[in-house]
């Protein structure tokens, strides 16, 4: 009878100590806010990422067996498929699933950290990397209760792939080809976005084989079955290739041909198109433009999201270095202990792609650095295992192993505690939706900026135009004119845009329009419109055109929070699209944080309200106000106000919203703007619309045209 080993003893136990010790400190959050009910709906917690709310949507859906076409709903994705799975076997509510997952599963990646120590024959060195990377900054903050998303498992699966990897270069066995082809199938099937670090592992294996170890004709047997799992087609069709490319290996009399084999391999990667996706990321993150161009039709400009995602902008050294290890000292301390390691232990250099991964945050932005987070946490816990290496008596060893580690889990757990993250909604928001649910149709749009696509399609299960994954220029700019201009020009453009949407979700033979085109809603309809400058197009919103048939009713979602972003959302329309020229920036300033003195109220960064006159300073030149206005609720939460016209010339206009105690000062369009008129003042033209929910947190229209 076999007897587990006491080296698997401990390695499981590490595995054991590290998983709970991630767990506890990730239920840290759940103490603090144990008695928030603005953060729960329904009694359970609600999650604190937005695209948490699209995966949701697609569990939701896949649960109910409701699905229509063209509400864009992932029921077919890895991370609504599982959760689903979740819901159907565990005794937990769906909320409570979606709100823990991300604990438990993140959790994993402790075991191949570990398992990767174990191959090296340190195991302490693994605990305490495991204990380390699993509460590091980085991938706290991706990982935490509440954040569902896939990054819950976009290091747990590369971690295993390199683990599989550094076991099949050591030991050659035939085991390690189909675990490493599994893993890659598997990580591409929970994230497609997975061939760059794929690629990054291939080409590293192939320059370690060229090199160091060019007649073992294993090695090219692992390049094979890596590209054969790495092909651009489904997983369905991957995997019977990959066991194909398993037996094959497994012949004795296949081994002449294994060459040929990876050849075949290489051509068939090119062939589907496996390079395409590779370069897509580089040019979204790497190579940004302010500005896009479309390259056929009019040649129209769009403004690039990517300019206003914090995640995908550059960040600097401290921060960088925080997130990756939880701070300075520790991530110098990690990156030469990291390169000791790799000196006495040359097979850890396959850990360098997700090293280089992480150090694209420097350009790509702070959301890459996870990637670098497990294998640098290798670096200072193979120091700290070193030094206590060499103490006299065993004692201090492990003495010194445990204080050189809370020494370095410390700035990473307070960090966990000052780390207050709120729920992506509050319960009164919710409440609105909730409500909105049993008024409107599923095959009903609701628009809103696309930060609040995917929550919106969760909690009033209706259709949306942007969301967190449709939110390019394109899209993007008949949103954000419907938001920031006058009531009149908005509605129109908000009929048409959902009109041509849906017209466009047709087959191309269906639609007997000649002018169809494939480029943008915008261009298409400048197009039928019988204009070829989109000015002209949008300037004819203002007249008497003839509007297309209404098939579905349309709601406008304008929550109070949008005031904080409404600058960015002005900057997609701020644009000519016919030659890419930026218009003068809107005032628009917001200020919470005021003092008030005998003559004039302080808004803060040189602007000041001047009661007496009642002009406003900003910096050194004083202008005149057009209109104070001041807002308030009344006992039964229904908004008020009162208008002062002080200068009908001028052209700046200041309201004071008393119960959210801040001042907008803001110019005559923004003071028009769709936005402004409705969620702030509740000034609706009652011809184009009619107010369906309200409250404070958030205000809900319908669309009559």
Known sequence: MNTISKETKLTLAYILIAFLFSVAVRMIWVYQFGEMEAFKFNGQFMISTNDGYYFAEGARDILSGIHQPNDLSPINGATSQLTAFFAKVLPFSFEAIIFYMPVFLSSLVVIPIILIARSIENLEMGLIAALLASIAHSYYNRTMVGYYDTDMLNIVLPMFLLWSIILAIKTNEKKYLLITALDILVYRWWYPQSYSLEFSFFGLILLYALIYDRKNLYNYKLLAIMMFAMLNVDGFIRFPIVLVAMYLFSQEKVQKYTYHLLALSVIAFFATGGFGPIWDLLKLYIFK?????????????????????????????????????????????????????????????????????????????????????????????????????????????????????????????????????????????????????????????????????????????????????????????????????????????????????????????????????????????????????????????????????????????????????????????????????????????????????????????????????????????????????????????????????????????????????????????????????????????????????????????????
Do not use: C
Request: hydrophobic share 45%; glycine share 6%.
């Open 289 to 705: 433009d302010a500005v896009s161009m479309a390259n056929e039709g009019l040649g129209l400009h769009f403004f690039s999201v990517m300019q206003t995602v914090r995640e995908a902008g550059e960040i600097p050294f401290d921060v960088f270095a925080e997130r990756i290890s939880g701070h300075v000292g520790t991530f110098i301390l990690a990156v030469g202990g990291f390169a000791y390691l790799a000196y006495r232990h040359k097979i850890m250099l396959f850990g360098l792609p997700l090293i280089g991964l992480g150090f694209l945050a420097s350009v790509g932005g702070l959301r890459f650095t996870i990637y670098a987070v497990p294998v640098l946490a290798f670096g200072v816990a193979f120091l700290i295992t070193e030094f206590a290496r060499n103490m006299p008596t065993l004692r201090l060893k492990y003495l010194s192993m445990v204080a050189f580690t809370l020494i370095i889990l410390y700035p990473n757990i307070e960090h966990v505690r000052e780390y207050k993250v709120p729920t992506v909604f509050n319960a009164d928001e919710v409440k609105i939706l909730d409500t909105l649910k049993s008024k409107v149709s599923r095959e009903d749009y609701i628009l809103a900026w696309w930060d609040y696509g995917f929550p919106l399609r969760y909690y009033a299960d209706v259709k949306t135009l942007i969301d967190g994954g449709k939110h390019s220029g394109d899209v993007n700019f008949p949103v954000s004119f419907m938001l920031t201009h006058p009531q009149d020009v908005a509605a129109k453009l908000a009929r048409l845009d959902v009109e041509y949407t849906e017209k466009n979700f047709k087959p191309l033979e269906d639609i007997k329009d000649s002018n169809k085109t494939l480029f943008s809603n915008i261009e298409q309809m400048t197009k039928e419109y019988g204009l070829n400058d989109t000015n002209d197009f949008l300037a004819s919103l203002a007249t008497n055109i003839h509007m297309p048939e209404k098939t579905r009713d349309i709601y406008f979602y304008l929550p109070f929070r949008m005031l904080d972003i409404y600058p960015t959302v002005t900057a997609f329309s701020s644009l000519n699209l016919m030659n890419g020229a930026k218009e003068p920036a809107q005032l628009f300033y917001v200020s919470r944080r005021f003092s008030e003195t005998p003559t004039t109220i302080e808004l803060g960064n040189g602007v000041s309200f001047n009661k007496e006159n009642l002009s406003v300073k900003i910096g050194k030149q004083s202008v005149p106000l057009k209109r104070f206005v001041r807002t308030f609720y009344d006992a039964n939460m229904e908004l008020q106000k009162s208008v002062q016209i002080l200068d009908s010339s001028a052209q700046i206009n200041m309201v004071y919203m008393s119960n959210y105690n801040l001042f907008l000062l803001l110019d005559e369009k923004s003071y028009n703007s769709l936005y402004i008129q409705l969620m702030v003042l509740e000034e609706y033209d009652a011809s184009l619309f009619e107010k369906v929910v309200t409250n404070p947190h958030a205000k809900v229209y319908k669309l009559k045209i």
